[in-house]
């Protein structure tokens, strides 16, 4: 059996936002598994400003990281509910890991440096906050592992945007989580964000947990492939991503011309795949009236998340 968690699909913003609630996700599956336990956050964003968090007004993303840090600490001597379910009425005492699947930093967009935390900057806040800051000790009683994957945001910030950045381009996030993983010291310059990418493979109580970089593309279903052909029949597998399983297309790379990125098409090359360049076979990822991978007869050349034009597709 196959679990999924997408940041997207369980924690959409800032986490720290919702500290009420953080997920603490006690699993207990038959078929050689035992007692899994872990916390799980997403979209650290640091570099942005919260309009409101616990009364307060314009509350950086630092300080409502640093809470939801506060809150992970806590959980050892936090009692489970008496409800029927998996270790009720228990304290909680200890965690496998705490996970994070991206947008660590924030996309550099604007152009003053002064007021734009680079993508390095935002994952040494990361770092001491959560990688050094969790005090959280796993059954063994060894510091509970920290394990981060990237988000859009990350990947953005390494590969470039069609809109101004400052800097243009600072692979720090998703280099420092490519060299965790694969315990590597990769210099920035020689790391390639389309070659390098992260995945993390991990077993916790008879439970694998794989982790992909943004989504499920052709790199990393080749990677699944290879991971899943090793994992006996019966085992739970849990797959985490940032992006949910239905992409934003603007994510993948784009179709038109020389592929690059660029304001007019609006694709922002995060992933390994390209668009279909095609006037009738999409992959449509809003709420929008069509059918999944099909633009439906009679639809207006316009709706609200595509452009259609004769022989160019644009992301908006």
Sequence with gaps: MTYRLSGRLLNKG????????????????PARAELVQFVYTSDQHYGITRKAFRGLDKVSSREVNAAMVQAINTLPGITLPEDGGVRAGQPVQWADAVISTGDIANRMEGTDERLIPSATECWALFEKQYINGVSLKDRAGKAAEVLA????????????????MAPAKDNGSLLAMYNRANNTSLAPEAFDAKRDK????????????????????????AWLDAQLANVPSGKPVLLFTHDQPDIEAKHLIN??????INAKDKFENLVSDVLPLSTKAFLLPCPCPCVRGRWPE???SRISCWRRRSSSVRAT
């Design 255 to 260: 179709p038109n011309g020389s592929g690059d």
């Design 198 to 221: 992260v995945f993390l493979n991990r077993e916790y109580g008879g439970v694998r947990l794989l982790f992909v970089q943004m989504w499920p593309d052709s790199a990393a279903r």
């Design 149 to 164: 994957i990237p988000g859009n945001h990350d990947v953005t910030n390494a590969v470039g945007f069609y809109k101004a």
């Design 14 to 29: 800032l986490m720290g936002a919702v500290v009420a609630l953080l997920l603490l996700m006690s699993l207990l599956v």
């Design 298 to 300: 009679g639809l207006p």
